[in-house]
């Protein structure tokens, strides 16, 4: 059996195809090289031929369609496995659905799924496949760390996408965020300093053996930095729902990107969101606008548009990897 990290020959075409399954464990130069290749990547028909197939388990809204309209813009085609209508619903496993892909000539799979774990499975079980991890549960969202990447780099013109000197903040439900986990792992691989703000409930103290540090102050958090990254707190992930926090109106006053705090922290610092938003919690509409007077400037939009060039990259990468 194969790992998940090892380039295997495609049994579709005879071609050299590798995953892409986290940021942790991944070499720093792959990934510096993906977010380096996003940033210059033009459509084109470099993957004729080769089909890639979107199986996404839970909702999505922009890495699902990013990934479509990147696989398109390279000439590759696409097919959508929608879950719901699959015959994972009539008892077939998830490996059995990924080889029946396989068989069918499909050369790269795009997985989201409720449990952490699944695209690695599928990766070591049909190792023919190209495996891409759209996000697993609580475990990894890589290519939304490197868009996330791509997005400081051209932000604070650091072409060579090093992020040393800049201090990030990441606000919200971190225990429970697979973007937050990949990002702290790309972010300070690429020589950012990282610190991790929410309630005591949301932000563990354990998260300092990632190399971050943890504050349950905004205060705290946004002194000093150039970059803002607010999360959603996910309560589709939590028994009692709404029930993660006692009150919205208190967690938006100590924890939201107000417009207020917008304004302190002026035109300088960036603020970021990976989606989808909770309008009115954790980020003021104006603040996710980038519509507050002399107010931090939003680059939640710019983050969608260049999820569909790493999604080329990431795609080119993986099925094109000499
Ligand atoms: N950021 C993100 O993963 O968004 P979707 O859930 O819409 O794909």
């Known amino acids: 059996m194969t790992t998940p990290r090892e380039s295997r020959l495609s049994a579709s075409t005879g071609r050299r195809v590798r995953h892409l399954m986290a940021i942790s464990g991944e070499s720093i130069e792959r990934l510096r090289g993906i977010v380096r290749l996003a940033s210059r990547i033009e459509p084109g028909d470099v993957l004729s031929g080769k089909t890639v197939a979107t199986v996404f388990f839970e909702d999505s809204t922009r890495t699902k369609t990013t990934f479509v309209l990147a696989a398109q813009n390279l000439g590759a085609r696409t097919v959508d496995l929608s879950t719901g209508a699959s015959s994972v619903n009539k008892g077939e496993t998830m490996i059995d659905t990924a080889a029946t892909l396989a068989a069918m000539g499909v050369d790269a799979i795009v997985v989201r799924a409720r449990q952490a774990g699944v695209p690695g499975l599928l990766a070591r079980h049909v190792p023919s496949l190209a495996?891409?991890?759209?996000?697993?549960?609580?475990?990894?969202?890589?290519?939304?760390?490197?868009?996330?990447?791509?997005?400081?780099?051209q932000a604070f013109d650091r072409d060579d996408v090093d992020l040393s000197g800049l201090r990030i903040a990441i606000v919200g439900d971190i225990n429970a965020s697979r973007v937050a986990r990949s990002n702290i792992a790309l972010l300070t691989g690429l020589g950012a300093s990282v610190v991790c703000c929410g309630p005591t409930t949301l932000v563990s103290p354990s998260l300092r053996s990632l190399g971050v540090d943890v504050t349950h102050s905004m205060d705290e958090a946004l002194d000093g930095v150039n970059i803002v990254m607010m999360l959603r707190i996910q309560f589709e992930r939590y028994a009692s729902g709404r029930g993660a926090i006692s009150s919205e109106r208190e967690y938006r006053?100590?924890?939201g990107m107000t417009e207020e705090r917008s304004r302190q922290l002026g035109p300088g610092v960036v603020v970021m969101h990976p989606g989808p938003t909770n309008r009115g919690l954790e980020i003021d509409p104006a603040a996710a606008d980038g519509l507050v007077p002399g107010g931090a400037r939003s680059l939640i939009r710019t983050q969608v548009t260049n999820g569909v060039r790493t999604r080329m990259a990431v795609l080119l990468d993986c099925l094109n990897p000499n």
């Open 131 to 153: 495996v891409i991890n759209a996000g697993d549960g609580r475990h990894a969202h890589p290519t939304q760390a490197l868009g996330d990447a791509l997005t400081i780099a």
């Open 253 to 255: 006053e100590m924890f």
